[in-house]
């Protein structure tokens, strides 16, 4: 599995691609919203940065407009890809991106049928929410399972991206069960290093190798 970062903060998807970790970077409205800049420059800067996927979502709801705004943000660089929710009109600008060559990552994916009808009609990536699932008392990382489990039967190649992560457990768990790509908010993926007896450890080392020295 790999880590994308979902972020649009130029900061944070520094740290994370410092790290060495960091496949690509997928941003929403509000993640948008966050960061009071133009999108289409925030955009550029992020596409530079990170030489892998970075998905960004169209606002409009119709088919028409997704296209159009997605063909305008695709030409932003090679390696947008548009994020499009997961509606019947998502589904036709999916199938339009899909025969002019521009990835999508199709968001906000509840269920399993709604991540098959996403991959038949050429989607890159689903995008399934394990912690919007969870939040109403449902199984997210069943969910991530089950896609798997269907996309495998199926041969599909379309990737799962585990989204709306919220903590460590979620980022071992969407492994387990089959997602390609799990996207991370940066105060998870500090988590993830995280163990007492890592810091404990650390701090052993030091306190022995300060003592030989004394001697010497
Ligand atoms: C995924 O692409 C979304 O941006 C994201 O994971 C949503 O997460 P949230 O439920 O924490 O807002």
Redesign the pocket.
Same mark, same amino acid.
């Given at each position: 599995m790999k880590f994308f970062i979902?972020t649009a903060n130029i900061d944070e998807i520094k740290q994370a691609y410092d790290l060495g970790i960091l496949s690509g970077v +997928?941003t929403?409205p509000?993640?948008v919203a966050k960061e009071n800049v133009s999108f289409h420059d925030r955009l550029k800067e992020i596409t530079s940065l990170v030489p892998g996927s970075v998905?960004a979502e169209v606002i409009a709801l119709d088919a028409e407009g997704m296209v159009n705004e997605g063909r305008e943000l695709a030409k932003i660089a090679p390696n947008i890809t548009i994020k499009v929710p997961m509606t019947p009109e998502g589904l036709k600008a999916v199938h339009i991106f899909s025969l002019e060559g521009i990835k999508t990552n199709v +968001?906000l994916i509840f269920n399993a049928n709604q991540a098959l009808m996403a991959a038949r009609a050429g989607a890159t990536y689903v995008?399934p929410?394990l912690?919007?699932l969870e939040d109403i008392g449902h199984n997210g990382v069943e969910l991530v399972s089950t896609i798997a489990d269907i996309f495998s039967i199926h041969q599909i190649e379309t990737e799962i991206?585990a989204?709306?992560?919220?903590h460590p457990q979620h980022v071992t768990d969407a492994a387990l069960a089959g997602a390609h790509i799990a996207?991370v908010p940066l105060k998870v993926i500090n988590q993830l290093f995280k163990h007492p007896l890592t810091d404990k450890g650390i701090e052993q080392f030091l306190q022995d190798w300060n003592s030989s020295q004394k001697n010497e």
């Open positions: 979902d +997928t929403n509000s993640l998905s +968001t995008s929410f912690g919007r991206i989204a709306s992560i919220r996207t």
